[in-house]
């Protein structure tokens, strides 16, 4: 896409038609029509989008196989290695031809690891969907042997049949094949251990439950502390209509759209985002997988019915499968969310023509519903701030993707022809474009990505449309925090919040740990706006530098409180490192109790006050998503 975008603007400056279409460019006030300009341009100049394919085959799906088996006989195999062997074979799933000897072969392969691992269900599940396949007789036996040895570690007790299977298997493996004996003595010792099974009673940490105390009667995710407001100095933005405490629930936000960044493709579920050590892939492109069959149907459903070909043509274009694919799948979900073409139309005419700021994107009974398309789609654009040439390759992009949904899906019925002159005249495709375009606009603007916990770092799994969080503005010091569990996020309240005060989240970097104009500088480049909170406006020093409460703080009284108060912390910061905090929720209230004292007696900033809210972060951090390496 980036070559077919630089040609079609050298061709136009080749021309001498870049001022021209540019001045044409400016005067024009919608993306419907942005976009039937750029489609005609594209016709003037001849520029059809092309895009190779990424189909699944045979010659790539042994490819993989073979790098994960020379990956997994080296020696020392340890978690971080596991990790690539399975991507290697997931990833030789995903390339192999539906119901193929190659996709038999990689699940099998696959089963391997998971047995190394202690994934038993998991290794069960690839197991039988190997059997299930082309999998090659000869081979059988190995599989119902790593089968047997599952149920038994799982503490399975009925294994007589498939002790039965096994050995019938065994049976028929030629007896010059030098593992017929170790699968044979290997049967023996799991009968044998199958004799004094204890069954298994496996601890699930309980799931903790989360909710506002009371629902805020406009914003039904959120709590009712809060409120939206609009002005002309910041916009639409979400102010505390109480005080509000430290670690008080604000809103539970479920994701409008979600989208799972290409570097997990391996290793979680393309519709939950969760963690899957055991996918199974797409039956048509080789970029969806999924952790169950429940999750692959519910998002052909959804959008990947329409969005798969896509897939296949724009896979090999990494940088742009954040913006373009979501920008796409959240039109999927707009047109899906109503009966027609025309009653979306319809909708979004409502919401352009409300002259009220603050309400704009409000349903008919006066309500913010973050699962509704106009909540989305009255989220800022920049559009005004945005130079003429940014909005016209943004522009470029939305139609490339509007070719590609009309002459190779069924979006708009049948496949349309592939003539950009009778695509600009379809009225249904235009609207179509139009929301793509919009939607690239809002991305980068609006977006949150949805993380998880790696060791000790937090890490990007996907990137999510929240509409309300996407109110919330920005400080490089916040007063919120965003939790990423399973299907929703949690924001809470890291400080202590007073009443009429507005809540802020942070856009980029935190003040302790980035220099103000390295701040500064990406929060106007992407969001077009100049920071003026008060680490900005004060110049706070970098974490290094911060000043102790045991030097900023005079009264000797005070000091103590705050010594007392922090006399557990350095124990928490530990048990935090190591992980150690599913079962002592008393950690969390200590902490909080910690960041409320240091408000009420120490003055900002604080190194103190950063090392808190930091090790609450992680302690969140461990209760919400996570991935945990696999321990051999």
């Not at 935190?510 to 480049?525: D, G, H, I, N, S």
């Given at each position: ?142 599989l119902y042997v790593r089968r047997l040895e599952c149920l038994v570690s799982i503490g399975e007790s009925s294994i007589e049949e498939n002790y039965k299977t096994a050995m019938h ?374 974490y290094f530098n911060l000043p102790s409460y045991k030097v900023t703080v005079k009264n000797s009284r005070n000091k103590s409180i705050i010594t007392s108060a922090l006399r557990k ?64």
């Amino acid at each position: 896409m980036d070559a077919f975008q630089l040609t079609l603007l050298r061709n136009i400056t080749l021309a001498n038609k870049s001022v021209s279409l540019t001045n044409t460019f400016k005067t024009i006030k919608n993306d419907e029509e942005r976009v039937v300009f750029t489609l005609n341009v594209m016709k003037e100049f001849n520029a059809i989008p092309r895009a190779k394919d990424v189909p699944k085959n045979s010659k790539d799906s042994e490819k993989f196989r073979e790098e994960g088996n020379k990956l997994f006989v080296t020696s020392p195999l340890d978690g971080d290695k596991c990790i690539e062997v399975l991507r290697l074979y997931t990833k030789s799933i995903a390339y192999a031809p539906c119901s193929s000897v190659e996709l038999a072969l990689a699940y099998a392969n696959r089963s391997a690891v998971l047995l190394k691992i202690h994934k038993y269900t998991e290794c069960i599940q690839d197991i039988d969907r190997a059997l299930s396949l082309n999998y090659p007789d000869k081979l059988r036996a190995k599989l119902y042997v790593r089968r047997l040895e599952c149920l038994v570690s799982i503490g399975e007790s009925s294994i007589e049949e498939n002790y039965k299977t096994a050995m019938h298997w065994l049976e028929k493996m030629s007896l010059d094949d030098p593992n017929r004996e170790r699968f044979k003595t290997k049967l023996q010792q799991l009968q044998g251990q199958s004799n004094n099974l204890i069954k298994n009673n496996l601890k699930k940490q309980k799931k903790q439950q989360i909710t506002v105390k009371s629902q805020n009667t406009e914003v039904p995710c959120a709590s009712d502390a809060i409120a939206i407001k609009y002005n002309d100095q910041y916009g639409r933005h979400v102010i505390a209509v109480r005080d509000i405490f430290p670690g008080e629930v604000i809103a539970i936000e479920k994701p409008y759209a979600l989208l799972l960044l290409p570097a997990n493709i391996y290793s979680h579920c393309s519709n939950c985002l969760d963690v899957s050590w055991a996918n199974i892939p797409c039956d048509y492109c080789t970029y969806a997988m999924y952790c169950s069959e429940k999750c692959k149907l519910e998002e052909w459903k959804k959008y990947h019915n329409i969005e798969c070909p896509l897939f296949s043509a724009l896979s090999n274009m990494s940088n742009y499968l954040k913006l373009d694919l979501f920008s796409t799948r959240m039109a999927i979900q707009a047109i899906r969310e109503f009966n027609s073409f025309e009653d979306l139309r319809k909708e979004l005419k409502e919401v352009d023509k409300c002259d009220d700021f603050r309400t704009r994107g409000f349903s008919s009974d006066k309500k913010f519903y973050t699962n509704k398309y106009r909540s989305v789609y009255s989220l800022s654009t920049n559009v005004e701030k945005r130079p003429p040439a940014d909005l016209f390759r943004k522009s470029i992009d939305a139609c490339f993707i509007l070719y590609l949904l009309a002459t190779r899906t069924a979006m708009f019925g049948d496949k349309l022809q592939e003539n950009l002159s009778i695509l600009a005249k379809n009225s249904d495709a235009t609207l179509v474009g139009g929301l793509i375009l919009k939607h690239q606009q809002i991305i980068p603007t609006n977006m949150h990505m949805f993380v998880e916990e790696y060791e000790l770092n937090n890490r990007q799994r996907g990137v999510i449309a929240m509409p309300f969080c996407s109110l919330i503005n920005h400080s490089c010091d916040p007063n919120v925090l965003r939790n990423s569990r399973l299907e929703h996020v949690v924001l809470y309240a890291a400080y202590p919040i007073k009443k009429g005060e507005q809540l802020l989240d942070n856009y980029g970097q935190l003040y302790a740990m980035t220099p103000k104009e390295e701040r500064q500088q990406p929060l106007l480049k992407q969001y077009y706006f100049e920071c003026k909170c008060v680490p900005c406006n004060e110049d706070w020093p970098l974490y290094f530098n911060l000043p102790s409460y045991k030097v900023t703080v005079k009264n000797s009284r005070n000091k103590s409180i705050i010594t007392s108060a922090l006399r557990k912390f350095d124990a928490y910061v530990t048990l935090a490192t190591e992980g150690d905090v599913l079962d002592k929720p008393h950690i969390v209230q200590d902490l909080l109790k910690m960041i409320q004292v240091l408000y009420d007696h120490a003055p900002m900033p604080c190194k103190e006050m950063c090392d808190v809210i930091e090790t609450l972060k992680r302690v969140y951090g461990l209760n919400g998503n996570r991935f945990d390496k696999p321990v051999i």
